[in-house]
């Protein structure tokens, strides 16, 4: 079994600061892929920043400059790091990840979502 789990959300003032953890556990070979998604109220789902297993990483222009993500393979976690967060960045966040397990097994997992604030 495998479980992908996010945390870190909250409420915080335009200008402030949250970082996001997505922690994979269970029988895992290694994280071939992560990305960073949000879904504000009334929107689309979209995809804001991701790793690769070759290391490159992309960034939705809105967030470019302001977030950045990183990884943790000795522990199978990745972070965002969210700064100068404005309004608009409210959403609920969600970790997709790629997890290579024993047998070639490739696996796609989404985490449950964590909620981001920002007042004005």
């Known amino acids: 079994q495998v479980h992908v789990e996010e945390s870190g959300g909250g409420l915080v003032q335009a200008g402030g600061s949250l970082r996001l953890s997505c922690a994979a556990s269970?029988?895992?070979?290694?994280?071939?892929?992560m990305g960073w998604f949000r879904q504000a109220p009334g929107k689309q789902r979209e995809l804001i920043a991701r790793w690769r297993a070759d290391g490159s990483t992309n960034y939705a222009d809105s967030v470019k400059g302001r977030f950045t993500i990183s990884r943790d393979n000795a522990n199978n976690t990745g972070y965002l790091q969210m700064n100068s967060l404005k309004p608009e960045d409210t959403a609920v966040y969600y970790c997709?990840?790629?997890?290579?397990?024993?047998?070639?097994?490739?696996?796609?997992?989404w985490g449950q979502g964590t909620q981001v604030t920002v007042s004005s």
């Open positions: 997709n990840v790629n997890i290579r397990r024993q047998f070639g097994v490739l696996d796609n997992l």
């Open positions: 269970g029988n895992i070979l290694s994280l071939e892929f």
